[in-house]
């Protein structure tokens, strides 16, 4: 019997890069998983596509993340389709860079509304869907931890927020044994961090394996968290970083 059979997954920002890897992952392991996006509707039907072609059941729901009420309705279209959501992934995020002296205000709020407001909206509308025992887990980043380069400071806020976030929200709902965790990868190899993009010599230089993350590493994290062997993982901010922050 696969990890996640009978469970219902919600993956924001699935349609490329480390969500969809997730969202294949949890699907592969048995769990009925919906996917949002923002910009990408022929991406997204793929990803859902595919796990349908695979035997799982799958949804793509538009939902730009930095609009509050599109992320509620999609918590609310994931919960009607599948009758609960279990597992919830806050993937959607954008890394928005630029030096502190003239970063354009509108900018930081779509930061923040992205990476973090979306982030609060989907858990408090999830917990609406959620049985007791469910998942949360966000994709943060080692940038919380380190930012050894310029311009990353209004990412690093955004990912700071968030893994402090996930230490209240775990004692928050520890009584209804709903686990909550924050991922906080190094280098992944996507369109926003590619491994042969202009950066990647610099990226290359403070890695301890040398090398970028893989989607599905990250994935393969995902789904043990989501899992039950990992019942007593809450309130953990955990590094799959290739040895960046060491
Ligand atoms: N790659 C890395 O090196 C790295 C390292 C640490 C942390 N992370 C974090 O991992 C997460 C995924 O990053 P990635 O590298 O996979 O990025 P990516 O390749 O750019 O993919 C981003 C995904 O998020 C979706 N998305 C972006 N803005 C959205 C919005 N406003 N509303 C809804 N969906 C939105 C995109 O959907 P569309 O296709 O519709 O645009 C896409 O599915 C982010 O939170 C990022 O901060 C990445």
């Not at 996006?37 to 793929?46: L, V």
């Not at 923040?112 to 858990?123: K, M, P």
């Not at 491994?195 to 599905?216: C, H, I, N, Q, V």
């Amino acid at each position: 019997m696969p990890t996640l059979s009978g469970k219902s997954a919600l993956v924001t920002g699935g349609s490329r890069g480390i969500g969809a890897a997730i969202a294949k992952r949890l699907a592969k392991d048995g769990a009925d998983v919906a996917v949002t996006y923002s910009s990408s509707p022929e991406r997204a039907q793929q990803v859902a596509d595919q796990i349908v072609k695979d035997g799982g059941k799958a949804l793509a729901i538009k939902a730009d993340a930095a609009d509050q009420a599109a992320v509620r309705a999609a918590v609310e279209q994931a919960s009607k389709a599948f009758g609960k959501i279990d597992i919830l992934v806050n993937n959607a995020g954008v890394l928005a860079l630029g030096p502190i002296a003239n970063y354009p205000v509108e900018d930081f709020e779509r930061a923040l509304s992205v990476n973090v407001r979306s982030v609060f909206t989907a858990i408090q509308e999830s917990l609406r869907h959620m049985p007791d025992g469910g998942r949360i887990i966000t994709i943060g980043s080692v940038n919380s931890e380190r930012m050894p380069f310029v311009g990353g400071s209004v990412y690093a806020l955004t990912k700071g927020a968030v893994a402090s976030f996930t230490k209240g929200l775990a004692r928050d709902l520890g009584e209804r044994k709903i686990t909550v965790n924050n991922i906080q990868p190094g280098p992944v190899d996507t369109e926003a961090n590619p491994a042969s993009g202009p950066f990647a010599e610099t990226m290359l230089g403070l890695l301890a394996m040398k090398r970028y993350g893989r989607g599905d590493e990250i994935a393969a994290l995902t789904a043990y968290l989501a899992g039950p062997e990992a019942g007593y993982i809450t309130g953990a901010s955990l590094l799959i970083d290739g040895g960046f922050a060491a």
